[in-house]
């Protein structure tokens, strides 16, 4: 009889796990924006009690769970494609991801083409005399395969090939971490390396692409080159997406936004 | 009295399938970890071929025709274990003859104080002293020489060398402490001096213990992550020079586990699979070395 009774209530412990899951709100995609929604989901849970899981998978497999309804959102840190939006998807622009290019204090270099910052990343530019500054070797530093930044930099910069493969020199300092792309630009008169806006120190210089400082203003006027938006998609979004979306666009959803280092847009 | 006998008798049972246990759960969780490795990282090794994998020099794992070479990473490896313990072997062993046979009490206790205190520190404050010491020389010194950044095979090999040169040097020491003291007295009263002494009786005689010292400093070197991790630079780059950054198989999975999915996180556990099998080979060689050694003049 007390094995039966246990049986019961293990079997009432999944029914009530698998009730409270289809009440989840489902939320599937980029690695990159995964960080940044999981604030933004924190804060959320705070305010509603409303169980929300994130599966960091990648952008297309965001759109693919989100055009298939096995999540409620997609997150995409890339442009969403027009044959992606004709399964029926609607795409918003949550925060934009900038990027800022440093290099340290004692350099006097202080900007930087886009076809510069290319040549130096694939080895073609090895000594900073080339771009005006001292005669001094180039360190370069850059991010792992599978980072977001590294990802988003070398698309923007040339980087790729057609194939998706990257031109970065293979004697560049590899780190994984923005906190080691700081420590080595800092430590190392010769450094150069890229991360994510938010995250810049005092302890580095950073410098202007294409005579275009990497400040917020120039981010929202759409003149700075490196930056990318993080997009959200939906797929005929009920009251509880609604109202999370809703959340993100918020005062409060904006201040966590900032606090992560990205920047807002404010919707029209 | 019987009630007793059969007590005792209960309680060695107890403890005997107490023991049986703990073979067990150790045996199989060497198992368990043997089968989870080749199942993660299987698909990569049949989308890409094994000797692929290893004769290929590319490591291209995003693009949309994804190459794992890990030709480069390989060389890396097996250069900078054998270049450290070229430089910890021969310091270790020696200042293990020292402390063994020529220095005084007093000494050889402190000194073995400090060198078992070196054995415990985690190996990523190595690295960081490294990379605060050594990492910084060289780049303070050749920034005008392009493609010298400080983090390189270099720092690497001297990490991993100081690393290895506690275990190196405590095993040896307790092997030489362990031999006969009639071997020396011999060799004394047929007029041979301490070094004498030292490198045709007492070397030999724990030839065997000294040669499980380097095994277990060579297990530590080609295993260590973190700290070459930290000054090796990472770059997947032919190990030719030692003042360029270089990436060994054990940095490949620590750097890129993070973000990596699909088949990409397949080749960086098939990664470790190689690097397993590398470990094996490296453990049949010294094992060889060994037996050879114990029987020439046994």
């Known amino acids: 009889m007390r094995k039966y009774k246990q049986l019961i209530l293990i079997g009432c412990f999944f029914f009530l796990c698998s009730c409270s899951q289809s009440k989840d709100l489902e939320i599937s995609g980029s690695t990159s924006v995964a960080p940044l929604m999981n604030k933004l989901v924190e804060q959320y849970q705070k305010d509603t009690n409303q169980k929300i899981n994130i ?38 622009v949550i925060a934009i991801d900038a990027m800022a290019v440093i290099v340290n204090k004692d350099n006097q270099v202080t900007n930087l083409s886009q076809q510069e910052l290319c040549d130096i990343y694939s080895g073609k530019i090895k000594n900073w005399s080339e771009v005006g500054g001292k005669n001094l070797g180039i360190v370069i530093v850059s991010r792992e395969y599978g980072s977001g930044t590294r990802n988003a930099f070398e698309e923007i910069t040339g980087l790729l090939n057609e194939d998706k493969s990257s031109n970065t020199n293979a004697k560049a300092i590899i780190v994984n971490s923005t906190g080691a792309v700081i420590e080595n630009v800092q430590q190392k008169e010769g ?78 | 009295m019987l009630a007793k006998t059969k007590k005792s008798e209960k309680k060695r049972l107890l ?113 960081f002293f490294i990379l605060k010491t050594l990492v910084k020389i060289i780049y303070d010194n050749g920034k005008y020489i392009e493609g010298v950044s400080g983090n390189s095979m270099l720092a690497a090999i001297a990490v991993l060398a100081l690393m290895s040169l506690p275990t190196i040097i405590t095993v040896s020491v307790t092997s030489l402490d362990a031999i006969n003291k009639s071997y020396d007295e011999a060799s004394y009263a047929l007029g041979a001096n301490t070094i004498q002494t030292i490198f045709k009786v007492d070397l030999r005689a724990a030839r065997l213990g000294i040669m499980s010292a380097i095994v277990l400093g060579a297990g530590k070197v080609i295993g260590e992550t973190m700290a070459v991790m930290l000054v090796s630079g990472n770059a997947i780059n032919f190990p030719g020079n030692l003042l360029e950054p270089v990436r060994t198989l054990t940095s490949n999975i620590a750097t890129e586990m993070a973000y990596a999915s699909g088949l990409h996180q397949s080749a960086l556990y098939a990664t470790g699979i190689i690097l397993f099998i590398l470990i094996m080979i490296l453990n049949y060689i010294l094992l060889v070395v060994i037996k050879r050694g114990g029987t020439s003049d046994a």
């Open chain 1, 55 to 92: 599966n960091a998978d990648g952008s297309s497999a965001g759109i693919k769970a989100a055009s298939e309804n096995l999540a409620n959102i997609g997150m995409v840190s890339r442009e969403v494609e027009k044959d992606e939006l004709a399964l029926g998807l609607k795409s918003e």
């Open chain 1, 191 to 268: 450094a150069i390396g890229y991360l994510s806006l938010g995250s810049i120190t005092e302890n580095t210089k950073t410098i202007s692409i294409n005579n275009i400082e990497p400040t917020k203003r120039n981010v929202l006027r759409n003149k700075y080159l490196l930056t990318r938006n993080f997009n959200i998609v939906t797929k005929n979004a009920d009251d509880k997406t609604k109202a999370f979306i809703e959340f993100i666009h918020s005062e409060k959803g904006h201040e966590i936004i900032a606090e992560e280092g990205f920047i807002n847009v404010s919707q029209d």
């Open chain 2, 15 to 127: 403890f005997e399938s107490l023991y049986r246990l703990s073979v067990i759960f150790s045996g199989l969780i060497l198992f368990i970890i043997i089968i989870f490795i080749f199942a993660s990282g299987f698909p990569a090794l049949k989308e890409y071929g094994f000797f692929e994998m290893i004769l290929n020099k590319e490591w291209s794992p995003n693009a949309t025709d994804p190459q794992f070479g890990l030709l480069y990473m390989v060389l890396a490896t097996i250069i900078s274990t054998l270049l450290s313990l070229l430089i910890a072997i021969p310091i270790g062993v020696l200042s293990a003859a020292y402390l063994s046979k020529m220095a005084p009490k007093k000494i050889k206790k402190t000194i073995m104080f400090f060198v078992e205190i070196l054995a415990g520190i985690p190996s990523v404050i190595y690295g």
